[in-house]
């Protein structure tokens, strides 16, 4: 089942970035760990109040070829995951695994903000395991950017009714 939605001519695309550095033998010994202060509520996009956000797709990679950083996860890959700075609310309610590459995935969640002064914040957590082709390496740094639509339109607003899910990401309640 998929969902179908317009957005309004009138929405603004926005294509913010962000990059997280895994810095090795510092956080975790022998690995190169995300898990550090640096990589907590790195902005992503300072937001408007009575606006409404799509998030719509994510793209991501790290300063190491791909088949080398497959190679370096340690039990599980490093997560991504977007909140709110002064309301705390998660974007989406599951953080996003960064297990492969990737070029405009499906990353669809929408928020709407009330606050004058809240952003979207991003955080990474996760180890890298250092493979043979990496000795050397003092830090990976990992990128990630988002398409985002910001929605200003009444009557948009109006069907969307402001009736989120408490896990916003997850699923829309209402008009749409």
């Not at 395991?129 to 339109?153: H, K």
Request: proline share 5%; with cysteine.
């Amino acid at each position: 089942m998929s969902v179908i939605y317009q957005i309004p001519h009138t929405a603004r695309f926005l294509s913010p970035a962000a990059e997280f550095t895994a810095p090795f033998n510092t956080v975790v010994a022998g690995k190169y760990s995300f898990n550090s202060a640096i990589n907590k509520n790195v902005s992503v996009l300072k937001m408007e109040p009575n606006t409404i956000y799509l998030i719509e797709r994510i793209s991501w990679g790290a300063s190491i070829p791909s088949e080398i950083y497959s190679g370096c996860m340690y039990v599980a890959p490093p997560k991504l995951a977007l909140k709110t700075k002064i309301a705390s609310d998660l974007i989406f309610a599951i953080p996003y695994s960064l297990a492969n590459y990737t070029n405009d995935s499906p990353f669809v969640a929408w928020y709407k903000n009330d606050l004058s002064d809240d952003e979207i914040t991003a955080e990474v957590t996760g180890d890298l395991t250092q493979s043979q082709d990496i000795v050397g390496i003092n830090s990976i740094t990992l990128s990630a950017s988002f398409a985002i639509y910001a929605i200003n339109d009444a009557r948009f607003s109006e069907q969307f009714r402001g009736v989120l899910s408490s896990n916003v990401g997850e699923q829309v309640r209402g008009g749409l």
